[in-house]
């Protein structure tokens, strides 16, 4: 799982703006760990703003803010 997100990371602005990209980031973002999640958010955040306004990229925005949130209230620290 985390070899293909490494693969996905530098390009990530553009596969959340696809349809099929934005899915798969989604389905990825589920089963992600901890470390996972916070190298999304990370890579995401510089484009957060385009992405928020994207048919499709609006909804990755979504899930990692979920993740991030749903592991804030665990007690998690992700972003460090």
């Known amino acids: ?13 553009w596969y959340s703006a696809d349809q099929h ?8 973002l589920e089963m992600a760990s901890d470390e996972e999640k916070g ?8 484009h957060a703003l385009t992405l ?4 499709f990229g ?10 991030i949130y749903v592991d804030y209230k665990a007690g998690k620290d992700l972003v460090s």
């Open 21 to 28: 990209g934005s899915r798969f980031i989604q389905q990825k």
């Open 1 to 13: 799982n985390i070899a293909i997100l490494h693969l996905f990371l530098s390009m990530i602005k």
């Open 39 to 46: 190298m999304v958010f990370q890579e995401v955040l510089p």
């Open 52 to 55: 928020m306004t994207d048919v």
């Open 58 to 67: 609006n909804y990755v925005i979504q899930k990692v803010t979920s993740c």
